[in-house]
């Protein structure tokens, strides 16, 4: 038998060098700069929507609940981790949300993930959007279940493929995401509900990169919520909400929930007091959106719907040398490449922040213009 690292050194020989992925260390400061390698750079890779990484009450926050209970929970939430943040942290997601309930788990991926898994069975049939999360994808293959993708919010195809096929499965799961993670672009949930309800289907929306950025009201027909503690919230941790029967059946069987240590105190008091800031101060929201918007005016791209802007360059060698003539002017930037995205559309991923000024946001647009195809 081979030794386990010569087989893996042939395997990391196959991967094309420029795909290669590298683990980078970044320090970020203020919420807006990051420090690597010695060199400061305006951060536009980031997930801190709403600038609240370091904002005092949620540090503060972080804080009393370290020094009330200490650094870790010390057990899974089912046996002795399920510490009072967390209750008031499902409550106040809920109340926001305008759902029954809502369930903490230890990562957004964690979330989805776990629920898919714990829901679907050999028989039914999980219907994913092309762009929908590896946390969907992994999820559906854990479950058993039969996974089929539809071109990305293509309606139409989403449609044919429930026509043909619906009759074969018990239960079926539409899956997607609210906000697109590489694209910026929403999901058309009225339709996907439309669609859910005409092919007695289930819903599942992943809202990792909505919540704190855009609001969907019609809540109650989305049969389940999940999103992430992570990027509005500040924090670390995953969520799903919907109805007190699906939180109850998810403590029963969601795996990734019950096998896993509870998250730290301070990490869900934490994200407690974001959503808290979040709720008081909806101008954050509207900030980055607005950052967002102004950039792809400045620029002449389709108008933002998100915090997320996609600048597609196209060949993947183009995209790392925009990533890398941009930091040469202080911006940090990520090349998105394939497989994360379709072939030929390699591109800049742009994320805004409330914490951004409009003045930064102009000079990225200013340096980004000689790679934007006209
Ligand atoms: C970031 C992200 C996740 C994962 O959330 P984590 O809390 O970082 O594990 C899941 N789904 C989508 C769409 C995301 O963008």
Not at 87 to 109: I, M, N, P, Q, W
Request: with cysteine.
């Amino acid at each position: 038998m081979p030794a386990l690292n010569d087989v893996l050194s042939a395997r990391l020989h196959s991967i094309p060098e420029a795909s290669r992925r590298a683990l980078v260390e970044a320090h970020v400061r203020h919420g807006t700069h990051i420090v690597v390698d010695g060199r400061e750079y305006l951060h536009f890779s980031g997930n801190d929507y709403l600038g609240l990484i370091q904002h005092p009450k949620v540090l503060q926050a972080a804080q009393n609940a370290l020094d009330t209970h200490g650094a870790g929970a010390g057990a899974s939430r089912l046996v002795t981790g399920n510490h009072a943040h967390y209750g008031a942290l499902e409550t106040a997601l809920a109340d926001y949300l305008r759902l029954e309930a809502a369930l903490v788990f230890s990562s957004g991926y964690a979330a989805t993930l776990g629920t898919i898994a714990a829901l679907m069975e050999e028989g039914d049939l999980i219907l994913a959007d092309k762009y929908a999360h590896a946390c969907m994808i992994d999820g559906a293959q854990l479950s058993g279940a039969k996974l089929m993708r539809f071109a990305h919010n293509d309606m139409a195809h989403a449609e044919s493929i429930l026509a043909k096929h619906r009759s074969q499965f018990n239960n079926v799961l539409i899956v997607t995401e609210h906000i697109f993670s590489m694209d910026g672009d929403n999901a058309p949930l009225d339709a996907l509900i439309d669609l859910k309800k005409r092919y007695r289907s289930w819903l599942m929306v992943d809202d990792a990169h909505g919540i704190g950025i855009t609001y969907y009201l019609h809540k109650n027909d989305v049969d389940i919520w999940s999103g992430t503690l992570s990027k509005a919230l500040a924090s670390v941790g995953g969520y799903v909400a919907g109805s007190r029967t699906l939180m109850n059946y998810l403590i029963q069987s969601a795996r990734s929930m019950i096998f896993s240590t509870a998250l730290p105190p301070s990490a869900v008091a934490a994200a407690h007091a974001a959503l808290e800031i979040m709720v008081a101060e909806p101008e954050r929201g509207a900030l980055a959106l607005g950052h967002a918007k102004a950039f792809t005016e400045a620029l002449g791209l389709p108008p933002a719907h998100s915090a997320i802007v996609p600048v597609i360059i196209g060949e993947d060698a183009d995209a790392v040398a925009a990533s890398a003539a941009l930091k040469e002017q202080g911006f940090w930037v990520s090349a998105i490449r394939p497989p994360t995205v379709p072939k030929g559309t390699a591109r800049l991923r742009v994320t805004f922040s409330a914490a951004h000024t409009r003045e930064q946001v102009l000079a990225l647009a200013e340096a980004v213009k000689p790679w934007v195809k006209s």
